[in-house]
């Protein structure tokens, strides 16, 4: 069915969508009308319907639901659902179409296991690349442990991969290379992806990180490895968070918020660990506030030269000797002022 009649049904539905508008060609917003999006606030809209090759697709980015645009109309309404089935049949698209159906031989029955991790359009998982392409040569030369080449995507053009996975997204994209870093909550549901930069540019951002749902928490990566009964490590990088166990990054200097969202972690079992930047006046501005909230933190000794774990790891350090570093190296309260103070005339 073409793009053009589709269109005509969405449009059949559009009064009765709360918060209905057209966001662009083939790209319409509303009020879910499968989760109802948000009693606090009636002028949520996170439902969306667009287009994806030629045909539209529904998603919301509050409950998650994802369907075809005829499943979507069979919700709620089933006269214009017969209508919709009708026109398909008159177009030959349904399976009760008497147009003779082509025969594929020599093909072979698919084979079913257990369910795989999920594929994206435009990217693919590192573990799947020949170990000679630039996005997995550059996640070696990083020494990213090759246990989470299964966690991290390559895209040859982030611009049409966001677009396929946001369609409402308004951001300003180029179709660059990145290495993609995919957020996932603790029931593992992708909220968030990050990409980076496989390019040296001054033009170009090296992180472009976008929300897949409209959540109102702070991003957290890692959520779907962390075991909440262990102490939990917080980093900035997410990259930094993959060479230590039980770790999470918050993508920025604030971990402090990051720590008090997590209610469920005892105050000491939360530890903070910021970049190892002394001259950083506004790191050492959160690390002071972090020590008067009472939390846990990482001063780094000024045998430590490099800026953070991943660079560390490159210097020679093997992940044992960063957590013993680390351990040997975390403070609170006055003890913790004391080291700051001598950390920031390194």
């Not at 409950?63 to 030959?92: H, M, P, T, V, W």
């Not at 296991?113 to 000679?132: C, I, M, T, Y």
């Not at 997590?262 to 950083?280: G, H, S």
Request: glycine content about 4%; proline content about 3%; overall charge positive.
């Amino acid at each position: 069915m073409s793009l053009s009649v589709e269109s005509k049904y969405i449009r059949l539905l559009s009064h009765r969508l709360r918060n209905f508008k057209q966001k662009k060609d083939y790209v319409w917003n509303f009020s879910c009308p499968i989760c109802g999006d948000s009693k606090k606030n009636l002028l949520k809209a996170r439902g969306y319907v667009y287009s994806k090759g030629n045909n539209l697709f529904y998603r919301c980015h509050n409950c998650g639901s994802s369907l075809s645009l005829g499943n979507f109309i069979k919700q709620f309404d089933s006269e214009i659902y017969k209508a919709f089935l009708l026109e398909r049949y008159k177009s030959g698209e349904s399976g009760f179409s008497n147009f003779k159906k082509p025969k594929f031989e020599n093909i072979k029955a698919p084979k079913f296991g257990k369910v795989k991790r999920q594929n994206f359009e435009h990217a693919e998982w590192l573990s799947d690349l020949p170990d000679n392409h630039f996005c997995k040569v550059y996640a070696t030369k990083r020494n990213i442990p090759n246990k989470y080449f299964s966690k991290l995507l390559f895209t040859p053009d982030y611009k049409s991969f966001i677009q396929t996975l946001v369609p409402s997204n308004d951001m300003k994209l180029i179709p660059d290379a990145r290495l993609v870093i995919p957020f996932y909550n603790q029931n593992e549901e992708l909220f968030a992806v990050s990409g980076r930069s496989l390019e040296t540019n001054d033009k170009v951002l090296r992180y472009v990180t976008i929300k897949v749902n409209d959540i109102e928490n702070k991003l957290v990566y890692g959520l779907d490895r962390v075991d909440f009964d262990d102490v939990v490590y917080i980093v900035e990088g997410p990259l930094d968070s993959l060479f230590l166990d039980n770790c999470i990054a918050s993508g920025d200097a604030n971990l402090s918020m990051i720590a008090k969202d997590l209610t469920n972690v005892d105050k000491e079992d939360k530890v903070l660990i910021f970049d190892n930047e002394p001259r950083n006046a506004e790191v050492c501005k959160l690390m002071h506030n972090a020590i008067r909230g009472g939390h846990h933190l990482v001063i780094w000794p000024k045998s430590i030269k490099e800026k953070d774990i991943n660079e560390m790891i490159l210097a020679g350090y093997s992940q044992r000797e960063i957590k013993s570093i680390i351990s040997k190296n975390t403070f609170c309260c006055i003890r913790a002022f004391n080291q700051l103070v001598f950390w920031k005339k390194i």
